[in-house]
């Protein structure tokens, strides 16, 4: 059973950076799509970046493209998210989370492809 745990949030100035990290364990992530997402009180969980099995492919929606960056090392069964140029707006918990059923170049955006999640990580951005 893959289990996935996120660390690196934390409270920071907005125009500060944090970086995410997702620890894999269990299984291998070379299998999986990755995705990271976020989360709000009251509201839905909200993609913000996604990459591929093998890392050549990444996709993030408007919000935090420019100041947001995925990456994955495979080896380190590892994801990352990068996060430069903080906004207020950006304050929630972040999720890591990893998609087994898709293709091998596929990225995929709803929370309903993916079937492991981790527990999440608070980030808050003070103004």
């Known amino acids: 059973q893959l289990q996935l745990v996120e660390s690196g949030g934390g409270l920071v100035q907005a125009g500060g950076s944090l970086r995410l990290s997702c620890a894999a364990s269990?299984?291998?992530?070379?299998?999986?799509?990755m995705g990271w997402f976020r989360q709000v009180p009251g509201k839905e969980r909200e993609f913000v970046a996604g990459?591929?099995?093998?890392?050549?492919?990444?996709y993030y929606p408007d919000s935090p493209k420019g100041r947001f960056t995925i990456s994955r090392n495979n080896e380190k069964s590892s994801v990352y998210l990068q996060m430069n140029s903080l906004k207020p707006e950006d304050t929630a918990i972040y999720f890591c989370?990893?998609?087994?059923?898709?293709?091998?170049?596929?990225?995929?955006?709803?929370?309903?492809?993916?079937?492991?999640w981790g527990q999440g990580t608070q980030v808050t951005v003070s103004s």
């Open positions: 989370a990893a998609n087994a059923g898709g293709t091998y170049y596929g990225i995929y955006a709803s929370p309903r492809d993916y079937g492991y």
């Open positions: 269990g299984r291998t992530i070379t299998a999986y799509s």
């Open positions: 990459i591929s099995r093998n890392g050549g492919r990444t």
